[in-house]
């Protein structure tokens, strides 16, 4: 079996120099965070380096240009299991329809190589502070197919094969896993995870998926019961005053987060009060729950009136720095990325524009300072492709 790992194979790359040294602390950031990130053969990169990376990365690129496949790929290494393939197929709105496991398989694990090139392996890594320094390896050791046994009524019938993946996580410490999602029945059994460490846990907020509302109350849940929640409540009536509070109730058997506004004594699922600002509540409960990891918004404008934009890039901003967590956010809007200036003015260090080119056979992109952004964005530049 092929057991090559990305951080040795990659040693001598940009992405990596200095990967097993000891870490010094930032002292214009704070602390340490994914500082650079090396993509090999994922979606459209063929090879992507991405180096200098800030507290609040905002992604910007024409349609194609790879925004969402670079949150992925940093999902992907973050995430404890290849279980989160099947989340980015379904938020790509691509619907599973095929009920034999073997060609359910392959759509899942397949579209993650670029081109679908499974003889070259998926290769991604992270370097910056200890957590976040780690890498996967996405990779068929045996392009043999395995032939699946199918149960139906009871009667066992032969089925589709299928080749084996194996996803290798490798962490700081050198310590790496192989996970094999294999065929069990019907079913794919995923394996077992590979934590990087206690609360190591990314957030990815899909741009086509619904608002995780179940998850947004039970995280407010958690917080409230240790007398936490009331920077949330701040937070939330900087957009909308008129909310006087907060609480989690039970609405058709779910916990749900429920507003009181001014003037009220009648509380109202928060969604039926604003969807975006549900929406806004989501990312500040996310950002939270990941602290010292990193939080991947896509189209971060989607639902947030123009006029609210500006205090959530302060308050996403403010928040990163509180939970010591890390955000990408791609946005679409030229308004949005305006919304961002007094923001940027006030915290340059803490910010980054990553320009993704339209060149969909390779894939590139480029980080550009919050001094230079905030430049190109006052300059009235189109920098959005």
Known sequence: MDKKSPLNSLRDSPALRGILEPKRRLESRGHLMIETIEIKNFRGFRKLTLSGLGRVNIVVGDNGAGKTALLESLFLVAAPSPEVSIRLRTWRSMEIGITVPGGLYDSIFHSLFRNRKIDDAVEIVTTGGDLDTRSLRIHYPDI??????????????????????????????????DVIPRIQGNTIDFGSGFSAGKNYEPNFLAAHAPL????????????????????????????????RSLSVQTDAGLPVL????????????????????????????????????????DEIENGIHFSRQSTLWSQVRGMARSYNTQIFASTHSLECLRAAIPAITEFANDFRLIRMSPDRKEGSAIVVSGKDALSLIQTGLEIRK
């Open 144 to 177: 043999q197919a395995v032939s699946v046994q199918l149960v139906a009524d009871s009667a066992s019938i032969q089925g589709q094969g299928y080749s084996p993946v194996t996803f290798t996580w490798t962490i700081h410490s050198g310590e790496s896993k």
């Open 212 to 243: 995780p509302t179940t998850q947004t109350a039970n995280s407010f849940s958690e917080f409230s019961k240790i007398g936490k929640e009331a920077r949330f409540v701040r937070e939330i009536r900087k957009q909308i005053p008129e909310i």
């Open 258 to 297: 429920w507003a009181t506004l001014r003037d009220s004594r009648i509380k109202l699922p928060l969604n039926y009060v604003s969807e975006g600002i549900t929406k806004i509540m989501t990312i500040f409960m996310s950002i939270a729950q990941s602290h010292d990891c990193i939080v991947l918004i």
